[in-house]
């Protein structure tokens, strides 16, 4: 069984092939693995702006397919010609009418090469980005068509949580069994959620962010700071950088930690982005500019407060659960920080940590085919018109 997997809900267009091979757990050999950024595109305008992603992804997502398909041998050109039919171009249009670049690549593609041997396609279908999502979405409904595959619709926070759970042997990847109940710590750029999980694929969303997330805090905090988009990274090297120095913030500098104490597991970030913006303000008013000391050293307030409120959180999401393992997912999940602080936290409590490899925090098309072998090995049924579904919670139905 080999698997085509699409990913483009926010800035990155991917594409993964995975061969699932024998094992009572879910394995595979992951054929082929493209992941085209546009960071670049986007730093200009400090954050992700949809239009031209959802243009970038049209642009992009054929050429990788056909290059993702030739890495792992699946790709056969066709010896004849072999033009398109009218009811396929009819079936084509209508399927492809909000996306012209993409249309013209796909049908090169579709009159050039020969139906490949795969089985399924899976493909994020939300939460991301709508006009970003339909781009996958139309492409997998295109290749569904054509080459008569069932697609399977993904939902990109278990694309995270699949990530964190993979396990990587020599020449496999593995989804391995866990003990339950676990607690999912979701935390992208969109999204900061807490999540029950009873057994294999049953979700249950307990805490969630009010107002902005984890990632969308360091990204805002780091415009301000003058860094460029995505802020996270950045802000991690600075706060990086003031520990290997041994110096710590000064208590001028002292973030809230918002909702760190209410009982319930929900978040609230907003609050922090004003303080940040406060703590700016006071030095330029007073001092003219910014430093980079004080870029350096509010840098580590930041980093220390967004750790601060996940990290209390978590341990609480647990105590209610009574957790045997915490899963931490999504792009932030790459700070180094809050990593060596979860480390620590889950030793202390003895829970088991899953936490994805650094290559895969950030969004990927490994992930997508991952859920999706689970989707089949659960005989969840492939959908015949999929939608996208910019805020689709994971423990909510397709
Ligand atoms: O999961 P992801 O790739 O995309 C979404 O689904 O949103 O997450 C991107 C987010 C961005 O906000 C980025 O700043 C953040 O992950 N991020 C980090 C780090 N690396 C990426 N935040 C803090 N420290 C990092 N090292
Ligand atoms: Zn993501």
Redesign the pocket.
Same mark, same amino acid.
């Given at each position: 069984m080999i698997v085509l997997a699409i990913e483009t !809900?926010? %800035?990155?267009t991917s594409v993964a092939l995975l061969k699932r091979v024998r094992g009572k757990t879910v394995r595979f050999e992951l054929l082929s693995h493209k992941i085209l950024s546009q960071i670049d595109i986007h730093k200009e305008y400090g954050g992700v702006f949809p239009a031209l992603a959802k243009r970038e992804h049209s642009r992009t997502i054929t050429q990788l397919i056909a290059e993702a398909l030739h890495e792992a041998d699946l790709l056969v050109e066709r010896t004849h010609e072999a033009p398109l039919s009218f009811n396929q171009k009819k079936k084509l249009e209508h399927l492809l009418s909000h996306e012209e670049d993409m249309k013209k690549a796909l049908y090169v593609l579709f009159e050039g090469i020969q139906k490949p041997k795969i089985d399924a396609i899976t493909v994020t279908s939300g939460p991301?980005l709508e006009p970003a999502l339909w781009v996958g979405i139309n492409c997998a409904q295109a290749l569904g068509y054509m080459w008569n595959l069932p697609v399977y619709p993904i939902n990109?926070m278990e694309g995270?949580i699949m990530a964190s759970l993979l396990s990587k042997k020599e020449d496999h990847y593995e989804i391995p069994a866990i003990e339950y109940p676990a607690v999912a710590l979701l935390? !992208?750029?969109?999204?900061t959620e807490l999540v029950r999980i009873t057994k294999e694929r049953n979700y249950n969303v307990i805490g969630q962010t009010r107002d902005d997330?984890?990632?969308?805090c360091? %990204?805002k905090s780091?415009r301000m700071l003058g860094f460029p988009?995505?802020?996270?990274?950045e802000? !991690?090297k600075q706060a990086t950088r003031a520990r290997s120095e041994h110096t710590t913030s000064p208590e001028t500098m002292k973030l809230p930690r918002p909702m760190i104490h209410s009982q319930d597991l929900d978040f609230s970030f907003s609050g922090l982005k004003t303080a940040v913006l406060t703590k700016i303000k006071y030095e330029v008013d007073n001092k003219g500019e910014m430093t980079d000391q004080f870029k350096m050293l509010l840098s580590l307030e930041i980093?220390n407060a967004i750790t601060d409120v996940l990290l209390s959180k978590v341990k609480h999401a647990a105590f209610i659960v009574g957790a045997k393992t915490i899963i931490v997912g999504?792009?932030?999940s790459?700070?180094?920080h809050?990593r060596s602080q979860m480390k620590e936290l889950t030793q202390t409590e003895n829970l088991h940590l899953y936490i994805p490899d650094k290559t895969l !925090?950030? %969004?990927n098309a490994l992930m997508i085919g991952a859920a999706g072998l689970l989707h089949i090995a659960h005989e969840v049924a492939p959908k015949t018109k999929l939608v996208a579904r910019g805020s689709w919670k994971v423990d909510e139905k397709y």
């Open positions: !809900s926010c %800035d990155e991301g990109h995270h935390i !992208s750029g969109g999204h997330a984890a990632g969308e360091f %990204d780091a988009y995505p802020g996270g990274p802000i !991690s980093e999504g792009g932030v790459a700070n180094n809050i !925090s950030t %969004d």
